[in-house]
């Protein structure tokens, strides 16, 4: 396994990672079109890795606006991965995170707010969990999901939050991690998507004195590499130097991995020749890890890379977010 | 396209000409020809031996596509097939996408329809029973190929709940099988843990006394890995049990003397969870020099990757020091 030394680390290369995601959206290959139901999560990695590095207007907001809108589903009420798709609380967030970058007012939707608000409080089981769509499937992902899109819309009330809390709740394992539903294997994606929506529902007070689930995330970087595994005897991960910081940022633990050897695994990453992060060193890169190994960076040091900071419960600009209305009871 | 159904009647819809320029994408023409024709026939909501068929075709190009299986399911139920001959095509799709997860969701749609289209039918009927354990073959043959995936597990553990298979003694073997396969596999010791805990009344002090032996002897096989101890303190904190009954067994790992001794040897530590522990149990007895003695090598020596976990640990302890004499 390739070792990064402390005196052999790369340089972290800006202008090819900006090339590397405009170029995403003209790369029309065959692997491409493969991930249509991905679409709209994409262009949210993309223009998420953008805003980071400060550089926004990188993409055509206008047509970025229309492509989202494009993706609305008048019959369910929420935005598929693209235009024709069935909607989908994942693209439905994605969607909203990109609006609400571009536009605080949201004056966007107008009047598909009230369906949108409608369609997402409608996927809410009776145990407090969300499915991802009518077809029923439950994830903790989709709790993190809603909450933090119905905290974007403003529209968190107790009757929404107070089960979904509880759900969350019971999905923490023997181990002090979580996974996607009670009793599933902990994984750290789960983890971050509960302690996000936690978070956005201001109940991080449930989660006061358990270091046990902070120790469980540090186990997570990997020597020699220092990069972050998603679960125990894994690979490590560029994308975990998300879902793993993020919630140890919440947890306000961050300290607790070597932070150093994570960030030369990041950069480890980079295609230095033409731009776009991968998993581990010398794989395909790729515009999700592209956008996890870069808002991972800006946790670690925003300042050192000229990134604008990163909020860890909405994965947005801290900048967009703090006016955002967390549930208090 | 298909000798089989005949669409000419169909105007496929037009995949792509209206979207703005910044998602373009240029697709190969059987993916557009499957896709508009399958858009088509739902637009028009048309449930038929035809519709079915293509959308097979579609999740063959594109299985994670979600739309396509709720149509499926729709056009399924609409047309009363067989939904065990569902099952067994489901079983190919499985098996050709690995990594695809709509599918398991699918087929407990499915399952959960075959249980409650036979409930419908009058006593004597002779109509085929669902029996769980048909379910073995195919999430053997996917465990086989990555036996860490997230999808199959979850899907597995939906079952054992569906049909009350945790004393089942095939399940108890299987998960057995992939333990001992591999120690390491985390995946394996939180779905036996599942099995053995989830349900109260399941739990003896006899059930107890054998997990605990079970856990102790594969982490003495294997002293550093995390899944086993990990089980073994999730035990130990769900049946309120005092960590001084560990001391013996993690003095196996660790040569007391030599620690003292010589602070560089790593030979006297086997298991950096068996050190953590003692850690523990010294703090547990009163014994707060000690605990912060080991906390300290802890962060200092063995684990110095997480020094500052450590140095939390030990200043927890710090605090109830300074809080008794004061």
Not at chain 1, 13 to 30: A, L
Not at chain 1, 105 to 112: A, F, K, S
Not at chain 2, 149 to 160: D, F, I, P
Request: one cysteine or more.
């Amino acid at each position: 396994m390739e070792v990064t030394s402390d005196t052999d680390v790369f340089p972290f290369v800006r202008e090819k990672h900006i090339n590397f995601i405009i170029e995403q959206d003209s790369h029309r290959s065959f692997e491409y079109w493969l991930t249509e139901h991905l679409r709209l999560n994409g262009l949210y990695w993309g223009i998420t890795a953008l805003v980071t590095m400060d550089t926004l207007d990188s993409l055509p907001k206008e047509e970025v606006m229309d492509f989202v809108i494009k993706c609305w589903d008048s019959k369910s009420g929420g935005f598929g991965a693209f235009p024709k798709h069935d909607g989908h609380l994942l693209s439905t967030l994605s969607a909203l995170q990109i609006l609400r970058i571009y536009d605080d007012e949201l004056n966007i939707l107008g009047n598909r707010r009230a369906q949108l608000i409608s369609f997402i409080k409608n996927l809410q089981l009776k145990d407090g969990s969300f499915q991802g769509d009518r077809f029923g499937e439950v994830d903790t992902r989709f709790v993190y999901v809603s909450l933090s899109a119905l905290s974007i819309l403003g529209e968190l009330t107790p009757e929404i939050v107070n089960p979904a809390v509880e759900f969350i709740m019971k999905c923490q394992n023997f181990d002090g991690g979580f996974g996607m539903v009670p009793g599933a294997e902990s994984h750290a994606a789960q983890v971050f998507t509960c302690l996000g929506a936690l978070a956005v529902a201001d109940s991080l007070h449930l989660l006061e004195n358990d270091t046990k689930l902070s120790n469980w995330l540090s186990e997570r970087q990997v020597l020699p590499t220092g990069g972050l595994n998603g679960r125990p005897e894994k690979l490590p991960d560029v994308c975990y130097s998300w879902w793993v910081l993020s919630s140890l940022s919440i947890l306000k633990k961050t300290h607790w991995v070597d932070l150093s050897k994570l960030e030369n695994f990041v950069l480890s990453c980079q295609d230095l020749i033409n731009g776009g992060i991968s998993d581990r060193p010398d794989n395909q890169t790729d515009i999700y890890h592209t956008c996890f190994g870069i808002t991972g960076l800006s946790l670690i040091n925003h300042e050192k890379y000229n990134f604008k900071p990163v909020d860890p419960i909405y994965c947005m600009p801290s900048e967009v977010t703090k006016h955002f209305k967390k549930w208090k009871n | 396209m298909s000798n089989d159904y005949n669409f000419d009647d169909v105007i496929p819809v037009e995949i792509n000409t209206e979207q703005p320029q910044l998602c373009q994408i240029l697709y190969d023409d059987e993916y557009k020809t499957t896709m508009g024709i399958l858009l088509a026939l739902l637009k028009n909501e048309e449930y038929s031996e035809r519709a079915l068929y293509i959308t097979q075709k579609g999740i063959e190009l594109l299985a994670s596509h979600y739309t396509i299986w709720i149509y499926r399911y729709d056009i399924l139920t609409k047309l009363n097939k067989d939904l065990f001959e569902e099952l067994d095509w489901c079983e190919q799709v499985a098996l050709e996408n690995e990594k695809n997860y709509q599918i398991w969701n699918y087929r407990q749609l499915i399952i959960d329809r075959i249980l409650k289209t036979s409930g419908d039918e009058k006593e004597g009927s002779t109509k085929r029973k669902y029996e769980p354990h048909r379910e073995f073959p195919i999430l053997e043959a996917m465990l086989d190929s990555d036996p860490k995936n997230h999808h199959v597990w979850s899907y597995r553990k939906w079952l054992v709940e569906k049909f009350d298979l945790f004393n089942d003694p095939k399940e108890l073997e299987f998960v057995d099988k992939c333990i001992l396969a591999d120690l390491r596999n985390n995946s394996a010791w939180n779905h036996r843990y599942f099995l053995k805990f989830a349900k109260v009344d399941l739990i003896t002090e006899e059930s107890v006394k054998n997990e605990l032996q079970y856990v102790e002897s594969l982490i003495e096989q294997l002293p550093q890995n995390p899944s086993s101890w990990n089980y073994l303190i999730g035990i130990y904190q769900k049946q309120g049990l005092k960590l001084s009954g560990l001391e013996d067994f993690c003095l196996k790992f660790i040569n007391l003397k030599e620690l003292e001794l010589n602070d560089n040897s790593f030979k006297a530590v086997k298991s950096l969870y068996a050190l953590e522990m003692l850690a523990k149990i010294f703090l547990e007895r009163k014994d707060y020099k000690d605990s912060i003695k080991v906390y300290d090598l802890l962060g200092t020596q063995y684990d110095t990757i997480r020094s500052n976990y450590w140095k939390y640990e030990k200043s927890k302890v710090e605090t109830i020091v300074g809080g008794t004499t004061h």
